[in-house]
């Protein structure tokens, strides 16, 4: 009675609450949604034909591939499931589609041993001469007998050799990159999906010779791709050795992370650890003489730099200046005292020129007669009243030397210049008045009487 008491007295409470008083409508529940592709992989692994028609119906991939890279013929050539792969190969299924690791269906499907789907996808274009990560072809992962028989069989049909079918890839790798670096262009692309580089393939698949002719070309040591792995963790991953040496020689950086905060140690088993811890010291010292190189370079640079300032520092300096001064003085004093020379050697020559012409004129010789000189005007303007005739020019006779200082050579002068008035208009003999007074001025007469005739008959 008290149990259905208190049931009775909660139905009342309950009645009573406010969360009994609120509208029954539903909130709207949130729900979990899926990627198409995912759901379309889901499809494939569960067997559903219709669901997964509606799927691809709904524009989902039919390659879609999960984190290991496996696609959905992958998984229907591993669940066995013949009906499901040539479904998917009827509907544009990709039959040579390797996963991370580089395994084709056809390498699945060996593996597993399954003949009857290997014989279908090799009707159907697969490559039985492609490998793996590994170098592998899907004849050296075979086990069963009849699987090999018949791997064998299509190797030989189609003349397939199992050596260079495993060096194909590096062969065309080798190719590239010498062509990169004859042609100086460094052509690499990511991978579409990856994001993987030449460099982590050769480094991921121990391609020794291409990961030298990448790094030679102008790869880069520490690129990433989409998941942040260097070509050091694929080479740590993967256990190529001379891979990770090549890389370390190459100063790559062993502390880079991917995207999840791994290292190359951290992806690497026990052995490749050791040998990666030998390669950081290794990598260490070759950093320390580097910088050892490099600062005895640069101490040798710093140097010669410090020896040829001080070349012209300090009170060197200051003494090749003064020198510099003292030598430019010295050239200034020189330049004035030959400028002086100069000046007094060109009036010692103006002074003994006067000194030459000075006597003459002022010493006059007994023997000697003064020489003449003619001047020359310059000719008249012509005057508007006579424009046709034009006066030439006077002739100025000058004497060097006064003849009135010689009383004889003065007297005879005055006689001959009466003989030639006479002949003129009569012989006038000359007076002390005249022979004193000044001689008269000189008629156009004289003018054109050579002087000289005269002369003679005076001496």
């Not at 006779?397 to 001959?416: A, G, I, M, P, V």
């Not at 003129?424 to 004289?446: D, E, K, N, Q």
Request: charged letters at 30%.
């Amino acid at each position: 009675m008290s149990a259905l008491f208190k049931r009775a007295e909660q139905l009342k409470r309950w009645e009573e609450s406010d969360t009994n008083r609120e509208s029954p409508s539903r909130k709207n529940i949130k729900t979990v949604s899926f990627p198409i592709d995912c759901a379309f992989l889901a499809s494939v692994s569960s067997g559903d034909k219709n669901e997964v028609n509606s799927l691809l119906y709904l524009a989902a991939d039919i390659n879609a591939a999960n984190a290991d890279g496996l696609t959905a013929l992958h998984q229907a050539c591993i669940d066995d499931n013949l009906d499901m792969v040539e479904f998917l190969v009827e509907h544009g299924a990709d039959v040579n589609r390797g996963d991370k690791e580089g395994w084709t269906p056809l390498h699945a499907t060996t593996s597993c041993g399954f003949v009857s789907i290997a014989k279908y996808l090799l009707e159907h274009g697969a490559d039985v001469s492609a490998i793996n990560c590994d170098q592998e072809l899907a004849i050296d992962i075979a086990e069963s007998d009849d699987m090999r028989k018949l791997l064998e069989k299509h190797l030989r049909d189609m003349g397939i050799d199992c050596d260079e079918a495993r060096n194909k890839e590096e062969r065309l790798m080798l190719k590239d990159a010498r062509e990169w670096i004859n042609t100086g262009k460094f052509k690499d692309s990511p991978h579409a999906t990856t994001g993987a580089m030449a460099i982590h393939v050769s480094a991921a698949k121990g391609y020794i010779k291409v990961l030298e002719l990448l790094i030679q070309a102008g790869a880069e040591v520490d690129c990433q791709d989409y998941d942040g792995w260097t070509p050091l963790h694929a080479a740590a991953y993967w256990g190529q050795k001379e891979a990770c040496e090549i890389l370390v020689e190459h100063f790559c950086n062993m502390k880079k992370k991917n995207f999840v905060g791994q290292t190359a140690f951290d992806v690497s088993d026990e052995e490749m650890k050791d040998l990666l811890d030998e390669l950081k010291k290794k990598q260490a010292s070759q950093n320390k003489d580097a910088s050892d190189k490099n600062y005895l370079i640069s101490n040798k640079l710093s140097n010669s730099q410090n020896q040829k300032r001080s070349r012209l520092s300090g009170n060197d300096k200051s003494t090749l200046k003064k020198d510099k001064e003292t030598v430019l003085d010295r050239n200034r004093v020189i330049k004035e005292e030959e400028d002086d020379i100069k000046i007094k050697d060109d009036s010692t020559i103006h002074q003994k020129v006067e000194i030459q012409l000075t006597p003459i004129e002022q010493q006059p010789s007994e023997n000697s007669i003064g020489t003449t000189t003619k001047e020359f005007k310059q000719p008249t303007v012509p005057s508007s009243d006579n424009n046709n005739e034009l006066k030439p020019p006077e002739v100025v006779l000058r004497r060097t030397q006064s003849f009135e200082s010689d009383e004889k050579f003065y007297r005879r002068y005055c006689e001959l210049r009466a003989k030639i008035k006479g002949n003129l208009w009569g012989v006038i003999h000359p007076s002390p008045s005249t022979a004193c007074a000044s001689p008269p001025m000189r008629t156009a007469s004289l003018k054109e009487k050579p002087l000289s005739r005269y002369l003679q008959l005076m001496i």
